[in-house]
């Protein structure tokens, strides 16, 4: 069983920098390809970046790419997400997602965090 928390959201000014953390209490966390999501009020949940099982592969929607970095920790069940120059564009609730298979497809992702909101002041 797979269960996502997400942590270190907040409110930060444009420009700067938060570090996104989401933790598995599972002991299964290696199995899964990990991901990002996003969802700003009014629009669809979006995919934002995604990490391989061993971290070999990674991919990154264009908005964020050069700004932000996802890794993961297996032995500490915990996946990262290091955000910087952020952009009021980045205001969302962000959530973390495990899957079988190395995708960006929100379908393919079977288990979800409860979100943590991110919120960028011009």
């Known amino acids: 069983q797979v269960q996502l928390v997400e942590s270190g959201g907040g409110l930060v000014q444009a420009g700067g920098s938060l570090r996104l953390s989401c933790t598995d209490s599972g002991r299964t966390f290696s199995n899964y390809a990990m991901a990002w999501f996003r969802q700003a009020p009014g629009k669809e949940r979006e995919f934002i970046a995604g990490?391989?099982?061993?971290?070999?592969?990674?991919d990154y929607t264009d908005s964020v790419k050069g700004r932000f970095t996802i890794s993961r920790d297996n032995p500490k069940n915990t996946l990262y997400l290091q955000m910087n120059n952020l952009k009021p564009e980045d205001t969302a609730l962000y959530y973390c997602?495990?899957?079988?298979?190395?995708?960006?497809?929100?379908?393919?992702?079977?288990?979800w965090g409860q979100g943590t909101q991110v919120t960028v002041s011009s």
């Open positions: 997602a495990a899957s079988h298979v190395f995708s960006t497809a929100l379908r393919d992702y079977i288990y």
């Open positions: 990490i391989s099982y061993y971290s070999v592969t990674t």
